[in-house]
């Protein structure tokens, strides 16, 4: 079988940030080298062999066909979402479009590193103990992770895990945000990034099933997917609406004691509905479809998330990596995307 370069994140995804798209190149940033290059899609996010790998020293097997069909699935309300510029808010897209998030999550470099790094951080707390693998019980016949194995133990994961993630993923709100104006969308190679503004202490808040969680993946350079926990949408409501009939209300009161005239109520209305309009718009955007736009804010938060996430390699449509080389730098240590660390 002849050795070849296999995606972790679609060519048809790429293709969508390309800066030279008769020869189908991307602008890249290297989080390790802090060097900028344009290459071929045919050369970035993907490695020989990525999804092969050989048991009893002997046997090839190929996870690609089953990652090439996973694609093929998933790639028509991929596709129809680019087209439209918006959700059709159907079972049958949402159930796609779960699954694309929930196997671009699970297949990537940073994921197989992961592995790597939570057996890393077993180890050295077991040796920090005074002890040996070996003399753990259920590891008695433990043998330092080879580069077969962790393509095995990860490619297996994938199997075992993509349809309870999928599902956790498709009880979600799905909203769709646009970039705001002069700006792009970078995407790295783990670009389906978690984010979460609760904060649940030593337990963590950042499970997919979490309360609060966000889940955000660029679908092209003009549009990103988030999926966020129902509770945001609903609190964002909630909140809307109390505080319209807060204002209403005080404004009534302002009327009838005489502190208000009907045309000032009128005006302090208007200004109250011109500072609640980014929340209208968001929540007529989800109940819509409709891409939301992004402020300058809202873009720096969300090309900040890629960059932390990605194990090593970033692309943006206009060459602009300003901030990612300046995140880069003021956060060293995830130059190798987020990892688990040995506490």
């Known amino acids: 079988m002849a050795a070849e370069n296999q995606h972790y994140v679609p060519k048809f995804i790429l293709r969508q940030f390309l800066s030279d798209k008769k020869r189908e190149r991307v602008s890249v940033f290297d989080k390790h080298t802090e060097k900028t290059f344009v290459t071929s899609i045919k050369n970035i996010m ?40 918006r959700l059709d808010n159907s079972p049958e897209q949402k159930a796609a479009l779960a699954m694309m998030l929930a196997f671009q999550l699970l297949r990537t470099k940073a994921a197989r590193d992961q592995w790597q790094a939570v057996e890393d951080a077993i180890v050295k707390k077991v040796e920090e103990s005074g002890g040996r693998m070996q003399d753990v019980k259920g590891w008695e016949d433990w043998q330092p992770m080879t580069e077969d194995r962790l393509k095995r133990e990860h490619l297996l994961s994938i199997q075992g895990s993509i349809g309870e993630y999928a599902q956790i993923i498709a009880a979600k709100d799905f909203v ?40 955000y993946m660029p679908l092209a350079s003009d549009l990103m997917l988030c999926a966020w926990c129902p509770s945001i949408i609903h609190g964002l ?61 809202n873009m720096d938060y969300y090309n900040s998330l890629q960059t932390s996430y990605a194990y090593r390699y970033i692309v943006c449509q206009q060459a602009d990596f300003a901030l990612a080389r300046r995140f880069n730098s003021e956060n060293p240590a995830l130059r190798r995307g987020s990892r688990l660390r040995a506490g």
Not at 278 to 288: H, I, Q, Y
């Open 46 to 85: 993907a490695e020989r062999r990525f999804n092969d790998f050989t048991f009893d020293d002997e046997w090839l097997a190929s996870f690609e066909p089953i990652a090439c069909t996973a694609e093929h699935q998933t790639q028509p309300s991929y596709e129809k979402v680019l087209k439209d510029r």
């Open 176 to 215: 769709l945000a646009e970039p705001s104006p002069g700006r792009s969308f970078y995407l790295g190679d783990n670009p389906v990034c978690l984010a979460n503004a609760l904060d649940f202490g030593p337990y963590g808040n950042l499970g997919l099933a979490v309360q609060g969680i966000e889940i």
């Open 237 to 297: 409501r909630e909140a809307h609406k109390r505080a319209k009939e807060a204002r209403q209300a005080e404004a009534v009161s302002r009327v009838m004691k005489g502190e208000l005239s009907a045309a000032g109520m009128r005006q302090l209305l208007d200004s109250a509905k011109a500072t609640e309009e980014p929340v209208a718009e968001l929540l007529s955007a989800f109940k819509e479809g409709h891409p939301v736009t992004s402020n300058d804010a």
